[in-house]
């Protein structure tokens, strides 16, 4: 079983409707990372979330939200979503303190808003 | 954080040594720099990670100057496989607020050729 588990995989939506991507992980990590990714270009932080009480915006935090409902899981809602949120989405997360920088990616979402 | 910038592509033949060079000149002391290498659809994945001088694990090298303002990941005798983008980053994993919050570029395409 994948460490880093993504839920839905794939997702078809219309322009407007609220739709919730789901991560979850049992790398027992404090920190949790959720990012877009749209093709050709790097990766782009949304959300970012150190432990269970505490959530930071990224780099794109515009029209996105995110719950830390455990310290396994971390959701990523879309409240209206839009056709350029169309975009393949990845989960992270890392080890919190020391010197170790590795991060583990889920297996991503790819989201198509039409 | 510092901001690093890659070459977008380049091209090798199998069998080929592959040094990809980054540059951050505005490294910060605490930071270190990591690479990861990504696959089409698929989460970035950890390759190496420095801080001084080189570091050496069982699928590439990293070669850090004395002034650490640029790095240099070399992959011995690339594969067809190792056809991806490969990414620098560089954070700080020793403040007392670990704000390394994985902040990716555009990466380098790499890309082997028979």
């Known amino acids: 079983d994948a460490d880093v588990t993504q839920t839905p995989r794939n997702r078809i939506t219309k322009t407007g409707k609220r739709i919730m991507l789901e991560c979850s992980q049992t790398?027992?990590?404090?920190?949790m990372y959720w990012y877009r990714q749209d093709p050709g270009l790097g990766l782009r932080l949304i959300y970012y979330?150190?432990?269970?009480?505490?959530?930071n915006k990224g780099e794109i935090s515009d029209g996105y939200s995110v719950s830390r409902q455990a310290q396994a899981k971390f959701s990523l809602s879309l409240e209206s979503a839009i056709p350029n949120q169309t975009a393949l989405y990845f989960c992270?997360?890392?080890?919190?303190?020391?010197?170790?920088?590795?991060?583990?990616f889920g297996q991503g979402t790819r989201l198509t808003v039409v | 954080l510092a901001k690093t910038t890659q070459p977008v592509s380049m091209d090798s033949y199998e069998g080929q040594e592959v040094n990809i060079t980054c540059s951050h000149n505005?490294?910060?002391?605490?930071?270190?720099i990591t690479w990861y290498q990504q696959f089409p659809s698929q989460g970035p994945r950890f390759i190496i990670q420095?801080?001084?001088t080189k570091v050496t694990n069982e699928v590439a090298s990293l070669f850090i100057p004395a002034d650490r303002k640029s790095s240099t990941l070399s992959l011995p005798r690339v594969s067809l496989s190792d056809t991806a983008v490969y990414y620098c980053?560089?954070?700080?994993?020793?403040?007392?607020?670990?704000?390394?919050?994985?902040?990716f570029g555009t990466g380098t395409r790499l890309k082997v050729l028979a």
């Open positions: 992270a997360t890392s080890d919190s303190g020391g010197t170790n920088t590795e991060a583990f």
């Open positions: 790398k027992g990590h404090d920190r």
């Open positions: 979330s150190f432990d269970v009480k505490d959530i």
């Open positions: 505005n490294i910060a002391t605490n930071d270190y």
């Open positions: 420095g801080y001084k």
């Open positions: 980053l560089v954070g700080d994993t020793l403040t007392t607020s670990g704000t390394y919050k994985y902040i």
